[in-house]
T-cell receptor, first 111, second 122 residues
Framework: LAKTTQPISMDSYEGQEVNITCSHN???????ITWYQQFPSQGPRFIIQ???TKVTNEVASLFIPADRKSSTLSLPRVSLSDTAVYYC????????????FGKGTMLLVSP | DARVTQTPRDKVTEMGQEVTMRCQPI?????VFWYRQTMMQGLELLAY????????DSGMPKDRFSAEMPDATLATLKIQPSEPRDSAVYFC????????????????????FGPGTRLTVL
């Protein structure tokens, strides 16, 4: 399974754009990159998934360079409610390898 | 709005007692995961099932933990006997894993987590 590395914590203010970068140097050809968000006292929930280039949904954007050895989750104009732990995971989309959650990045958004 | 449900939400018990946690996966999902989360270890995968068959339980202490899926709508995680070090939040998640060779979009390949069971063993 590809190992991921992401910052332990990040601080931001309301209204700012936040970019969280994840390194996954040994990502395999079949691997997809998935990001989850976890609020206190809740289970993680899916945010976004991608394979290459850029993916955007109503919550976030995911930027993946051509070599796919890293990815950046971009949260536009964060609010206090975006304070959460964000996990970057890499795994086979077909589900034949399980996704491994690392320690994640604790994002604290202040007023 | 389909959701994974878990019971109980909170459980306080004494060391040595049996604990059973239950999970109802989203209807139609064929894969169920059990995770344990603590401050020190983060999220750890304990076991997972596909089509009710256990595929991997290597993350689970075999001597005291057991996981089963009596039917497609119920997954159980049992600890017997419980110990203080088992205190954690236990999450169940379900997902839809495609058959090999089948292409599905991203939203059908994700794990949907339940609210968790907070277990305290005194």
């Amino acid at each position: 399974l590809a190992k991921t590395t992401q910052p332990i914590s990040m601080d931001s203010y309301e209204g700012q754009e936040v970019n969280i970068t994840c390194s996954h140097n040994n990502i395999a050809t079949n691997d997809y990159i998935t990001w989850y968000q976890q609020f206190p006292s809740q289970g993680p929930r899916f945010i976004i998934q991608g394979y290459k280039t850029k993916v955007t949904n109503e919550v976030a954007s995911l930027f993946i360079p051509a070599d796919r050895k890293s990815s950046t989750l971009s949260l536009p104009r964060v609010s206090l409610s975006d304070t959460a732990v964000y996990y970057c995971l890499v795994g086979d989309k077909g589900g034949y390898s399980t996704l491994t959650f690392g320690k994640g990045t604790m994002l604290l958004v202040s007023p | 709005d389909a959701r994974v449900t878990q019971t109980p939400r909170d459980k306080v018990t004494e060391m040595g007692q049996e604990v059973t946690m239950r999970c109802q996966p989203i209807l139609g999902h064929n894969t169920v995961f059990w995770y344990r989360q603590t401050m020190m270890q983060g999220l750890e995968l304990l076991a997972y099932f596909r089509n009710r068959a256990p595929l991997d339980d290597s993350g689970m202490p075999k001597d005291r933990f057991s996981a089963e899926m009596p039917d497609a709508t119920l997954a159980t995680l049992k600890i017997q006997p419980s110990e203080p070090r088992d205190s954690a939040v236990y999450f169940c998640a379900s997902g839809l894993t495609p058959r090999r060779g089948t292409l599905l979009n991203a939203s059908t390949d994700t794990q949907y987590f339940g609210p968790g069971t907070r277990l305290t063993v005194l």
